[in-house]
């Protein structure tokens, strides 16, 4: 057993508390979205009518949530930020009448364990505010009085900067967590019948830009209005909820059959041998033992549509006179981030920074072809796509339909006869593209004929 070394097994022993507090930490508050619900929900909890929400960086730099609640009692800082310390439940059989949104206080002390907070606040009973600040175990290293009205103000900074990988990954994704944490707090202010909700971004030095605002309104539909817009509410329409039926209820699933990409990847094609063309539309491959036919329009509209997609901007056509949107303040937003991605579709704006918030951007450009139309329907559904996938370039589906129908005017038609160089380019082409197994308009590209080895050599 010369040269073979065994190493003593590892003793079992227990993680330091301050390393299990951050690692719990960060099973509690799972990303911004989450970070702002609970700062939300606290200010919600403490009876505030105005909540004021305060980004910089999308999040990264600083949260802040400021409120005109009930405010915290003197007795209550030490325990402000101690993990499961709360006065919303004192055993569990409180949870069977728990009216608020919070009650495990675990958010301030995961807030604390990955990142820097700082809580000013003022009970109503105090005639003077104070500024709290802690450190990662949720205890107080700092208390000075802070003048400030009634209320509270939690400030988070570098969220996440206590797990080097995750707040590197953070923020490389910030523009998404953002988008996300957008879609939870219109949620919040839909549902806030009576509160008013105001939330801010400021990127580098900039202006605040405005996120989502609502009026403090009474209804619920009144805040649909003030999250989307007023014309929105025209498209609502009454609902009743009632049970699903028994046909709802049963299990069913898609079945993909004789579909070629569950078995192959997309670098067989520069393996395929050609073996000839039939009836002048389908090339015939081998791969090993396996013969496939390949659609060769099918194959070379697919090529030719994803480099349409990769590659082409369409023609602007400018407008006479420029065209108000009437944006939401979020979707206003989004598209000034994405300008570029509209310009690649051939829409171009202008925006005056000093116009009222919904008002900054006026449409001067559409894109324009010989049979296609394009609106402001086309913008709002760009809007939609770059909501869930800030920064990712995307196209409208009417952009898509007239790229398909371009590639399909431009492709190797059924009937040309290809000798085996054009063949051969046609099916190297499909290891180049993306998705090379269907054509734009959703027929497939190949099929597996036979496998050799399965033939009777009889």
Request: with cysteine; net charge neutral.
């Amino acid at each position: 057993m010369e040269g073979l070394s065994l190493e003593p097994a590892k003793a079992i022993k227990p993680i330091d508390r301050k390393s299990v507090h951050q690692i719990c930490s960060g099973q509690v508050v799972l990303n911004l979205g989450t970070a702002v619900k609970e700062l939300v929900e606290n200010s919600v909890d403490a009876g505030a009518t105005n909540i004021d929400l305060k980004l910089k960086e999308y999040g990264a730099d600083l949260i802040e949530v400021s409120d005109n609640g009930c405010g915290v009692e003197e007795e209550n800082f030490a325990g402000l930020t101690l993990k499961h310390y709360t006065s919303k439940i004192q055993d569990f059989s409180d949870l069977t009448h728990v009216e608020t949104f919070g009650f495990r206080g675990e958010a301030l002390s995961s807030l604390c364990a990955l990142s820097d907070v700082t809580i000013n606040t003022c009970h109503k009973s105090a005639k003077v505010g104070t500024r709290l600040v802690f450190d990662h175990n949720g205890t107080i290293t700092q208390k000075v009085p802070f003048p400030r009205q009634q209320g509270t103000t939690v400030i988070v900074q570098q969220l996440f900067y206590t797990l080097p990988v995750r707040h590197k990954e953070f923020q490389r994704n910030i523009k998404k967590e953002f988008a996300k944490m957008v879609q939870v707090l219109q949620a919040y202010c839909i549902i806030s019948a009576g509160i008013r909700i105001n939330c801010t971004n400021q990127v580098g030095q900039g202006k605040r830009q405005p996120v989502v605002c609502t009026n403090g309104n009474s209804t619920v539909k009144e805040n649909i209005g003030a999250v989307f817009g007023q014309k929105q509410l025209q498209s609502l329409i009454s609902f009743v909820q009632l049970p699903p039926s028994e046909s709802v209820c049963e299990e069913y699933g898609l079945k993909f059959s004789d579909a070629p990409h569950n078995f192959y990847t997309k670098e067989m094609f520069t393996q395929m041998e050609i073996i000839g063309q039939f009836n002048l539309g389908f090339i015939i491959t081998k791969l090993n033992a396996d013969l496939f036919i390949i659609d060769q329009h099918a194959t070379d509209e697919k090529y030719n549509f994803e480099m349409l997609q990769l590659h082409s901007v369409p023609q602007g056509q400018r407008l006479i006179v420029p065209q108000n949107l009437n944006l939401t303040a979020v979707n206003e937003a989004i598209l000034i981030e994405n300008l570029e991605i509209f310009k690649k579709n051939g829409f171009d704006f202008i925006i005056d920074e000093k116009a009222p918030v919904t008002e900054r951007v006026k449409l001067i450009s559409l894109p324009t072809s010989k049979n296609w139309t394009f609106g402001p329907q086309d913008i709002d559904e760009m809007i939609f796509m770059l909501s869930d996938c800030p920064g990712v370039m995307c196209r409208p589906s009417r952009v898509r339909q007239m790229f398909a129908s371009r590639a399909c005017r431009k492709s190797v038609m059924i009937g040309t006869a290809l000798n085996t160089i054009e063949m051969k380019k046609l099916i190297t082409h499909m290891s180049e593209i993306e998705h090379p197994w269907n054509c734009p308009h959703g027929r497939p590209t190949m099929r597996h004929i036979a496998s050799l080895d399965m033939i009777s050599q009889d």
